[in-house]
């Protein structure tokens, strides 16, 4: 994989540029804050001073957990199943704000515990009917692992092929808090009790059992010391096809939106793997889970919202989208200071 355009010095030329067309806008330096940030990282990903932005899309994935048998979540793993035909019924948060912005939403059945109905607009990628609890195995096989990778690489592609550049990730996956945790914990070295947070909403009793579930799950597996043995080992299959979509979308050269916490793992795991894949990823959001704000920290990312979200879906990256139009709007609409004919700063 190919994603140096970020680091080869001769295409540091264009980053100047970029920098200075945003700089002598008709503004003050810096006023538009962190829009400006966004319209140059845009630029930069789509490599040219006059961004646009097609044929948005947001990508649900769905998978069912093993661990939801110790008892790790607030709701039972029936639903999954129930909230993707939820989605499909248009009746949840992510198909109200995807259609009030316009942009298409995909869902797939990455490892639901459930036979859908072929004929229901759910695209088929299914491993297996869940993860296997990693309180006493790995999560997934090598196999399955790679199946997911590949199966995410897929969906992009077919996407590519429609001619968007800009493609947001979330999830559903009830017990899927609990992997994201483990990932963060495992990559990122932060103790367990510092990476867990309520979830689908755990009372202090159910979270501390939570920990506790956690710290048996690190402690039987010991050490693990490649992003791949992390993912196969307390991943699910959402988050390992999330985690193959962002690094292909990345290749390919997409804006990728990154939703809350568990897609965040994915591309933590993503940026592990390649690490020049983290140029490509816009964070929609800061999460209310607890240790979100940690794992941006560490991918030293500024998340656009922080609205005290914690639902999932890929909502925030429909939430989020406008804020990208404003950034390629003005970039490529807002007068120079020559061109407006307005007197510059004098010192």
């Not at 077919?158 to 990932?183: C, K």
């Not at 202090?204 to 993912?231: F, W």
């Not at 020049?276 to 209310?288: D, N, T, Y």
């Amino acid at each position: 994989m190919r994603l140096s355009a970020f680091i080869e010095p001769a295409k540091m030329s264009l980053e100047q540029e970029i920098q200075t067309i945003i700089d002598h806008k008709t503004k003050p330096l810096g006023a538009l804050g962190q829009l400006e940030n966004l319209a140059k990282q845009i630029c930069l990903i789509q490599q040219t001073t006059r961004p646009e932005l097609t044929f948005p899309r947001v990508v649900v994935f769905a998978a069912d957990h093993g661990i939801t048998e110790a008892g790790v979540s607030a709701y039972p793993k029936e639903v999954t199943a129930q909230m993707v035909l939820n989605f499909v019924q248009q009746g949840a948060a992510i198909n109200v704000f995807t259609r009030q912005h316009g942009i298409e939403l995909h869902v797939v059945d990455a490892g639901v515990d459930v036979d859908f109905d072929a004929a229901l607009p759910i695209i088929n990628k299914k491993v297996a009917k869940g993860t296997a609890s990693f309180l006493a195995s790995e999560a997934m096989t090598d196999a399955q692992m790679k199946h997911c990778l590949n199966a995410g690489r897929e969906i992009v592609d077919d996407y590519h092929a429609s001619g968007g550049n800009v493609i947001g990730f979330g999830e559903m996956g009830i017990g899927n808090t609990s992997s994201a945790a483990l990932i963060m914990h495992y990559i990122l070295g932060h103790p367990v009790a510092q990476c867990i947070g309520r979830g689908t909403g755990l009372d202090e009793a159910a979270l501390s059992r939570k920990g506790e579930i956690l710290e048996l799950v690190r402690a039987h597996h010991g050490q693990l010391n490649s992003p791949e043995a992390i993912l196969q080992t307390v991943g699910g299959f959402e988050i390992a096809m999330m985690c193959g979509a962002m690094l292909r979308a990345a290749e390919l050269r997409k804006v990728v939106l990154i939703d809350g916490f568990i897609a965040s793992s994915a591309a933590l795991l993503a940026r592990e793997m390649v690490p020049e894949s983290r140029a490509f990823f816009v964070f929609c959001h800061q999460s209310e889970e607890r240790g979100h704000r940690l794992m941006l920290e560490a991918m030293e990312a500024q998340p656009l919202l922080d609205l005290g979200m914690r639902l999932g879906e890929g909502s925030a990256c429909a939430l989020a989208y406008p804020l990208l139009q404003s950034a390629v709007a003005f970039m490529n609409e807002m007068a120079s200071f020559e061109s407006a004919q307005v007197s510059n700063k004098t010192s």
